[in-house]
């Protein structure tokens, strides 16, 4: 499956930009900590919903980072199993989906088609990352580990259910 993605967040950074549906532009949601920066191209799928009320989340796993707001061309290759929230009583899933560029924009990508595909040394930094970033300001993040591609495109297609009875 082959999807436009919208970055938000570059790798490397440690600023988290988030999209408002209602105003329509991406502010600053918060500074993170010096030791944290987003691993990989942090962004949305357009046309989701989620349960929290935000667009599906996904992660682009390259080595480049990619402006805020530009539309990138992915392939799904499997989803970050993860829930979150101000406190352990108030978690909500949040899934993450797993991406990588097509082969046209980038083919060095082209042998990673699922979730096998991915390193170790890459699943360790998303594991690591998505279960202490928000540690400092006191909230609940928990990541339960990882799944394939086709539990990724349920729940893509599960979000764009969500967004079309919703609108």
Do not use: W
């Not at 979150?84 to 924009?105: F, R």
């Amino acid at each position: 499956m082959e999807i436009n993605a919208i970055i938000e967040i570059p790798k490397g950074s440690n600023i988290k930009y988030e999209y408002s549906v209602e105003e329509k532009r991406m502010f600053v949601d918060r500074i993170l900590p010096g030791e944290f920066s987003y691993p990989f191209n942090y962004g949305r799928i357009e046309n989701t919903l989620m349960p929290d009320g935000n667009h599906l989340d996904i992660l682009i796993l390259n080595d480049k980072p990619i402006l805020p707001t530009v539309a990138i061309k992915v392939k799904i290759i499997g989803v970050l199993l993860f829930e979150d929230g101000d406190t352990y009583e108030e978690k909500v899933n949040d899934d993450h989906i797993l991406a990588v560029p097509v082969d046209s924009i980038d083919y060095r990508y082209h042998n990673i088609n699922d979730i096998e595909d991915i390193s170790e040394m890459d699943k360790s930094q998303m594991y690591y990352f998505f279960t202490n970033y928000k540690k400092h300001e006191g909230k609940y993040s928990k990541v339960n580990g990882f799944s394939n591609r086709y539990h990724a495109i349920r729940i893509i297609e599960m979000a764009r259910r969500r967004f079309l009875v919703r609108n």
